[in-house]
T-cell receptor, first 108, second 113 residues
Framework: AQRVTQPEKLLSVFKGAPVELKCNYSYSGSPELFWYVQYSRQRLQLLLRHISRESIKGFTADLNKGETSFHLKKPFAQEEDSAMYYCALRAYGNKLVFGAGTILRVKS | DGGITQSPKYLFRKEGQNVTLSCEQN?????MYWYRQDPGQGLRLIYY???????QKGDIAEGYSVSREKKESFPLTVTSAQKNPTAFYLC????????????FGPGTRLTVT
């Protein structure tokens, strides 16, 4: 089965604190994973993908095949990071499977 | 904005009526997608199309239909057979397939009473 699990519906942290948004996947093939973000009143957009191995807006995510995880991390949260975050898996049939999403709230 | 548009932003219909949601893109993308976004369930794929005149069912296609007569357009019809049609609907497009970044429209909120 192809599945993406984001266990936290809501993650609330203080400004300057580290952030880790969890994502686990289930997929028998070679996974390709993405993080999408939706800021308030904006469209859903790509944040980063594992094959790029890049840092976007201070966020990084490492694919851990042993733990089937692709957690999103940032060492120091900013208020502008508050948004809905979706983890997604490229699955069979050339489609994306999304997790349920995690709302990140950064408090001042 | 621009690139990929959805209309209308809000749509209200009576139960038992079919309704068509519009999705247009001027990005010259081959692939287009329809998702349904419900609180606590994330995005679920309804239908997708990788080329003109071809489309595939997603995970929750029952009660929906689509057409892809033009590269730029991928309308979604919510039929009366859809048991729970009230939702937020998102359209997306990409160069070719899910390997590439998907660009999303602003969404249409459909309310059926």
């Amino acid at each position: 089965a192809q599945r993406v699990t984001q266990p936290e519906k809501l993650l609330s942290v203080f400004k300057g604190a580290p952030v880790e948004l969890k994502c686990n996947y289930s997929y028998s093939g070679s996974p390709e994973l993405f993080w999408y973000v939706q800021y308030s009143r904006q469209r859903l957009q790509l944040l980063l993908r594992h094959i790029s191995r890049e840092s976007i807006k201070g966020f990084t995510a490492d694919l851990n095949k042993g733990e089937t995880s692709f957690h999103l991390k940032k060492p120091f949260a900013q208020e502008e990071d508050s948004a809905m975050y979706y983890c997604a898996l490229r699955a069979y049939g050339n489609k994306l499977v999304f997790g349920a999403g995690t709302i990140l709230r950064v408090k001042s | 904005d621009g690139g990929i548009t959805q209309s209308p932003k809000y749509l209200f219909r009576k139960e038992g009526q079919n309704v068509t949601l519009s999705c247009e893109q001027n990005l010259n993308h081959d692939a287009m997608y329809w998702y349904r976004q419900d609180p606590g369930q994330g995005l679920r794929l309804i239908y997708y199309s990788q080329i003109v005149n071809d489309f595939q069912k997603g995970d929750i296609a029952e009660g929906y239909s689509v057409s892809r007569e033009k590269k730029e357009s991928f309308p979604l019809t919510v039929t009366s057979a859809q048991k729970n049609p009230t939702a937020f609907y998102l359209c997306a497009s990409s160069i070719q397939g899910a390997r590439y970044e998907q660009y999303f429209g602003p969404g249409t909120r459909l309310t059926v009473t």
